[in-house]
């Protein structure tokens, strides 16, 4: 598979493929795709993956396609104000990535659920649904605004809220807290969307997002109240 942007902030992607090659993908984020190109079957990892994907749980539903000719393309763009950006995973760095933030994969690499969830879990809300790679190539994230890169160095943890992250290395230790910025909202129920900070700490890349669907969502409120 060989992935080029379209455009250099990364907004874009034409995905090229030999014939015979497969990529998983989320159909939504598909904005075009050549004749050469096959769509097979949703592509989930077991029973609980299917239950959660039709009770609309954190979905996450992908489809396999196949290039049936040399030459084939696949076109994606994001469904909302955000970017894409590409993880090369390896020997040496897999990656837990969030649900909503997985665009596309090689086929090549496998995929395992995986959740997190505080030591004392307040709602629903407060656990990170997550995809853990297993394989070697290249995967497609997605995330509100701008996508940054940071490096964890050893013995210099550091804390970031749970919504702005996109993904991480498995290598690195991860741990919910409570926010201490947490607040009370009008009806004394705890505010669990923006609750939670996280913990990373030891040696390896994190991805976060400038922005959060959070953000997005209420920045979409503001509008339509003028």
């Known amino acids: 598979m060989k992935i080029k942007k379209l455009t250099s902030e990364g907004l874009s992607f ?10 998983n993908c989320i159909p939504n984020y598909i904005i075009g795709i050549s004749k050469g190109v096959s769509v097979k079957e949703s592509v989930v990892n077991n029973f609980w993956s299917k239950l959660r994907n039709y009770l609309l749980i954190y979905k996450f539903e992908k489809k ?3 290039s049936v000719e040399d030459g084939a393309e696949i076109l994606i763009a994001p469904q909302s104000m955000g970017s894409f950006k590409i993880i090369d995973v390896s020997n040496e ?6 649900n909503e933030s ?3 994969s ?27 790679t297993n394989g070697i ?3 497609i994230i997605f995330g509100f605004g701008s996508i ?5 160095e050893k013995d210099k943890p550091i804390l970031i809220n749970s919504s702005n992250i996109i993904a991480w290395d498995k290598r690195l230790g991860f741990e919910i807290k409570k926010n201490p910025l947490s607040y ?10 923006e609750n939670n900070i996280v913990e990373i700490s030891g040696e390896g890349k994190i991805y976060l997002s400038s922005s959060s669907k959070e953000d997005f969502i209420k920045k979409i409120a503001t509008y339509f109240k003028r």
Not at 14 to 23: E, P
Not at 109 to 127: R, S
């Open 148 to 152: 940054i890169e940071k490096i964890v």
């Open 93 to 98: 760095e897999q990656y837990y990535i969030k």
């Open 102 to 104: 997985f665009v596309a």
């Open 106 to 132: 090689d086929d090549i690499i496998e995929f395992k659920n995986k959740k997190f969830t505080p030591k004392k879990m307040i709602g629903f809300k407060d656990a990170i649904f997550t995809q853990e």
């Open 184 to 193: 009370l909202s009008r009806k004394g129920t705890v505010d669990t969307i």
């Open 64 to 66: 396999q396609f196949r």
């Open 14 to 23: 034409s995905i090229s493929l030999n014939k015979n090659d497969n990529i």
């Open 137 to 139: 190539g290249s995967v």
